[in-house]
T-cell receptor, first 116, second 110 residues
């Protein structure tokens, strides 16, 4: 299957700082990528849809100024958690779709954020 | 919008036994149904999928069945092994809008 890479896999930061997580499609171009948040023992919660060259579409209840998404190229989307607080600690996962209408979705390895 | 329900939330089986996980969906327009396996601390991995024009698909020990009339689909794992232990998610998708089930934690006891 297609490969989606996320970096970093783990990050620890102090409260009030900002953290950037990268999501790359390694062997295909993705005009659309998706960002999820996952709490322990829970399902994937879609945060936003990242669109190359345009603004991200955020799900209801997700603060766009808190979770900045940039999709500057066809292979890279970034999620920046701004002014992070302990409650932002979570597992963040991205996904991307190789074809426009194939339906197949491939996930990155996830990034564990811990805010002290 | 689409709503996907998944059962059971936890499943424990003995090594060698079969495991079945079931999902129902609400939007009859959904036409793509993938299953993902998520190991601890990792992202979900696509293990098998099925499209609405097919009733069953098999890949070695894994099979998926789809009943469009009843709007439910199931994952079947035969001859389970300890390495099958993970959380499994079903999903239903239409027009690239994918919704996930709540997940099933499968434990295979050696």
């Amino acid at each position: 299957g297609a490969v989606v890479s996320q970096h970093p896999s783990r990050v620890i930061c102090k409260s009030g700082t900002s953290v950037k997580i990268e999501c790359r499609s390694l062997d295909f171009q993705a005009t659309t990528m998706f960002w999820y948040r996952q709490f322990p023992k829970q399902s994937l919660m879609l945060m936003a849809t990242s669109n190359e060259g345009s603004k991200a579409t955020y799900e209801q209840g997700v603060e766009k100024d808190k979770f900045l998404i940039n999709h500057a190229s066809l292979t890279l989307s970034t999620l920046t958690v701004t002014s992070a607080h302990p409650e932002d600690s979570s597992f963040y996962i991205c996904s991307a779709r190789p074809g426009a209408n194939t339906g197949e979705l491939f996930f990155g390895e996830g990034s564990r954020l811990t805010v002290l | 919008g689409e709503n996907v329900e998944q059962h059971p939330s936890t499943l424990s089986v003995q090594e060698g036994d079969s495991a079945v996980i079931k999902c129902t969906y609400s939007d009859s327009a959904s036409n793509y149904f993938p299953w993902y396996k998520q190991e601890l601390g990792k992202g979900p991995q696509l293990i098998i999928d099925i499209r609405s024009n097919v009733g069953e698909k098999k890949d070695q020990r894994i099979a998926v069945t789809l009943n469009k009339t009843a709007k439910h689909f199931s994952l079947h794992i035969t001859e389970t092994q300890p390495e099958d232990s993970a959380v499994y998610f079903c999903a239903a998708s239409f027009n690239n809008d994918m919704r996930f089930g709540a997940g099933t934690r499968l434990t295979v006891k050696p």
